[in-house]
């Protein structure tokens, strides 16, 4: 274990967190907010004095192994989280630093979820920290310091393996830092257009950017309690679609730039685009008795299941109201959740659709026991590692949702409201069913259930294995 590299990296983590705390800064200034640009900028200035006492020494030895990229990508979001709920104390905003971390890594996760009963009454600073808290963790921090920083030359791939969500990490090209580099012009290019695409609809410029971040972060903060729905169709739809576009794997972009449109329109993409087309149509016809035409219905079933699927969170109506068998199809999206190599969260369909085709296998050799059958995706043979890997996942997600809806139940709260947070926190989705739905918050929950909230969201975030790789005894030997 590289020690002294980890410190290091944490170091370079807060510095750039006291460089973020620049923006919900500058909008308290514009704002006239004193308060609120006192308390980042102190926030600010305590990340600066420790991130520079960590990094002021540059370690001689700069390798690192895979389980030092764990263990840094874990920690990194810890002490993100950790510095960044700083503010929400300090602006007075919340009286309990639980509280204040729950938030912070809500956002930082791109989750969503919120302690928050009555988002309208938060300072303009806040309400920018928050959506902005998405946008920097919507591609990943440590992507972005390598964009820019390179840590430790070609081992990096350890931290972005660590950190990107999905099954494996999709290379445009072979170097790391020019890949983390075109992830972020895609990035920055979608948040841009989107942020035009909302202007032109007539949003304010400050909501639009707030919108836009938590977009593209696939987050879901919002500024009004009613979420989307106060605002008009058109910007409704645009919502809509910019939701479904972070949901896909930007390496995809890539070859429809290159006009590569096979390789660009991968099983997991139709997998995901059907799922998200068949859901909404058959929500559409199930609510259609509520609302005053089809194209309502499907205006709104089209956004929810964007939403929920792309793991964003927003909303233009309470689909808690919605019959059972449309929440029901919310509730499977949620856990399916959107492509690998995305900025959303969930299980991936690119899981759903492997151990799909592990259990076609299966049967097929419980009726030809000497058949060899391999699985493949896309032309490509799958290989041993990653299906143990998958099947690893799936068994570290269901202990993880069975230890979460215990510890949750000791709160006392109905099944429905447990079962949907757990699935919405692991899944960085946000809202989920009953007192945390489109118009609920997880205020009510106690210190505890917070905590553990908290850390659902940091590791599905992280797909899991990073978070959980922190018990381990044999992660932290030095050899």
């Not at 919900?24 to 004095?49: D, M, N, Q, V």
């Not at 390496?251 to 799922?275: P, Q």
């Amino acid at each position: 274990m590289n020690y002294k590299m980890i410190i290091y990296t944490l170091g370079w983590i807060l510095l750039f967190e006291s460089a973020f705390m620049m923006v919900p800064a500058i909008t308290a200034l514009i704002y006239a907010e004193f308060h609120s640009l006192a308390a980042f900028l102190i926030s600010a200035g305590a990340c600066l004095a420790v991130g520079a006492l960590m990094s002021v020494r540059k370690p001689k030895n700069r390798t690192l192994r895979s389980r030092d990229g764990f263990v840094i990508v874990s920690l990194s979001w810890i002490v993100l989280s950790a510095f960044g709920a700083i503010p929400f104390m300090l602006t007075g905003v919340t009286n309990s630093y639980i509280d204040a971390l729950f938030e912070t890594a809500s956002g930082f996760t791109t989750t969503g979820a919120t302690i928050f009963s009555d988002v309208e009454i938060l300072p303009n600073a806040v309400i920018m920290w928050r959506s902005f808290t998405h946008w920097v963790g919507g591609m990943g921090i440590l992507v972005f310091i390598m964009a820019f920083l390179p840590l430790s030359g070609g081992t990096n791939m350890y931290i972005m393996r660590a950190e990107s969500p999905g099954p494996t990490v999709s290379k445009p090209v072979p170097k790391i830092k020019t890949t983390a580099m075109l992830l972020y012009v895609v990035y920055i290019v979608l948040t841009v257009l989107e942020f035009v695409l909302l202007v032109c609809g007539k949003m304010p410029v400050f909501y639009a950017i707030n919108t836009a971040f938590s977009t593209a972060g696939t987050g879901g903060f919002g500024f009004y309690n009613s979420s989307m729905g106060s605002f008009s169709p058109y910007i409704q739809i645009v919502i809509t679609v910019f939701m479904a576009l972070f949901a896909i794997n930007f390496s995809s972009y890539f070859f429809l730039l290159r006009g590569k449109i096979k390789e660009a329109f991968t099983s997991e993409i139709k997998t995901f685009l059907v799922i998200l087309g068949a859901s909404s149509l058959l929500i559409a016809l199930n609510i259609r008795s509520m609302y005053g035409s089809f194209g309502e219905s499907m205006r709104h079933s089209f956004f929810s299941v964007s939403s929920i699927m792309s793991t964003t969170g927003f909303a233009t109506e309470n689909f808690d109201m919605w019959p059972a068998f449309s929440q029901t199809l919310i509730v499977l999206v949620m856990i399916i959740g959107a492509c690998a190599g995305s900025t959303g969260g969930g299980i991936k369909v690119s899981r759903i659709i492997v151990m799909w085709k592990l259990i076609r296998r299966e049967m097929s050799t419980a009726l030809h026991p000497k058949q060899v059958k391999k699985i493949s995706m896309d032309g490509q043979i799958i290989e041993r590692d990653v299906v143990r890997s998958i099947y690893g996942f799936f068994f570290c997600y269901i202990l993880l949702f069975v230890i979460s809806m215990v510890i949750l139940a000791i709160d006392g709260n109905d099944l429905i409201t447990n079962f949907t947070s757990v699935a919405a926190t692991i899944g960085n989705v946000g809202p989920g069913l009953a007192k945390v739905g489109p118009i609920g918050n997880y205020g009510f929950f106690s210190p505890l259930s917070k905590l553990m909230l908290t850390f659902n969201m940091l590791a599905g975030r992280l797909e899991l294995y990073p978070m959980l790789l922190l018990f381990v005894p044999s992660t932290w030997k030095k050899r």
